[in-house]
């Protein structure tokens, strides 16, 4: 809303700051540095019991962890398990109520992140979910999409490999993306 020329004469610099999910080495000494401001705040020192610090890291630096609020979010969760830790030391069920929270609060996230609005976290378990590259991730939203457009598993089957089908002589399009959903613990039923 500058107008153009004024912006022209400050517009020396530009910076581009990549969010926090592309600066997954910036998590672990912030969670340090929020840890030890939390303590300054409320006068009591917390630290992470290790195997729960390690699970939390885990998680925070997988796919699975989107971090749309960038460093509020990190915060955010930092302070509530600092605020829940039972006698100055983050424990696992710290840590697991708080990933699982943070993953109810990225559902739309993800769904809206695979490209095709499909939540693979309703289909699919959290932590085989965390298994699967990005790529595939996508890849599997973008057949369950298609999936749930078709009135069967035959018409999806033929819109998905509507081209590959022409080499064979006998297409069995239906049987094909059945084994690809197997792949996945997925079936036509769960998905459609």
């Known amino acids: ?22 600066r997954q080495e910036d998590i672990e000494p912030s969670l340090t540095y929020l840890l030890d401001q939390f303590g300054r705040e409320n006068g009591r020192m917390v630290r992470f019991q290790q195997e729960a ?21 990190l915060s955010a ?31 739309h996230h993800a769904a809206v992140s695979n490209g095709a609005g499909v939540d693979l976290a309703g289909l699919i378990d959290a932590a085989a979910l965390e298994q699967i590259d990005r790529f595939d991730q996508m890849q599997l939203a973008a057949v369950i999409a298609v999936c749930r457009q078709s009135p069967s598993l035959s018409e999806a089957g033929r ?34």
Not at 1 to 22: H, K, M, T, V
Not at 53 to 66: D, E, K, M, N, V
Not at 79 to 91: C, N, S, V, Y
């Open 1 to 22: 809303q500058f107008r153009e020329d004024l912006f022209a004469r400050i517009n020396l610099w530009s910076y581009q700051l990549p969010g926090l999910g592309e």
């Open 77 to 107: 969760s930092v302070t509530r398990m600092a605020t829940l830790a039972d006698a100055g030391g983050i424990g696992a069920d710290t840590v697991e109520q708080e990933i699982a929270r943070l993953r109810h609060q990225w559902r």
């Open 53 to 73: 610090r390690g699970a939390y890291l885990r998680f925070a630096t997988s796919a699975a962890a989107h971090w749309s609020g960038n460093f509020r979010d």
């Open 159 to 192: 819109t998905l490999y509507n081209v590959s089908r022409a080499a064979k002589s006998k297409p069995n399009d239906a049987d094909r993306l059945k084994k690809y959903l197997a792949r996945f613990g997925l079936d036509w039923q769960g998905v459609a």
